[in-house]
C-alpha cells in the first residue's frame, strides 16, 4: 500500500508451476519478476500488461487461434506473488507502477 509518504509497495512474482504445465498456454515464462504498485491487483494489472502481450508484428499462432492476452501472473497455480520490502530491493518506492526486473525462465 502507498503510505503517507507517497511511495509504493513492491511485489515479487515468483514461478510456482512446472514448465510443463498446461496452465502456461505457451506463455513466457519468468523465474521472477519484481514490480512496484499500490496493491497485489495493479502489481497483477501492469506484469500483464508490460510483459502478457505477444510483441506487435509477432504471430505464432497455428490456423485459426486467437493469441491469449493473459500471461498467468494472476493465477495462483502458476506463479505466488509476494510483498517486498523497500529495504530489500534498489529501487526507489515513488513512481508509477511499473515492472523494474525480471528473469526469464530457462527451463
Request: a negative charge; zero cysteines; aromatic letters at 8%.
Amino acid at each position: 500500500m502507498m503510505d503517507s509518504s507517497g511511495a509504493s509497495a513492491f511485489w515479487r512474482f515468483e514461478t510456482v508451476a512446472r514448465p510443463d504445465d498446461p496452465r502456461w498456454l505457451d506463455a513466457q515464462r519468468y523465474d521472477h519478476v519484481l514490480v512496484r504498485a499500490e496493491t497485489l491487483g495493479e502489481a497483477i494489472k501492469t506484469a500483464e500488461r508490460e510483459l502478457g502481450r505477444t510483441p506487435a508484428g509477432a504471430s505464432d499462432t497455428v490456423g485459426n487461434e486467437t493469441p491469449s492476452e493473459r500471461s498467468g501472473f494472476g493465477d495462483a497455480k502458476l506463479y505466488v506473488a509476494r510483498q517486498v520490502s523497500a529495504d530489500d530491493v534498489s529501487f526507489e518506492a515513488s513512481g508509477p507502477p511499473t515492472v523494474l526486473d525480471t528473469s526469464p525462465s530457462r527451463a
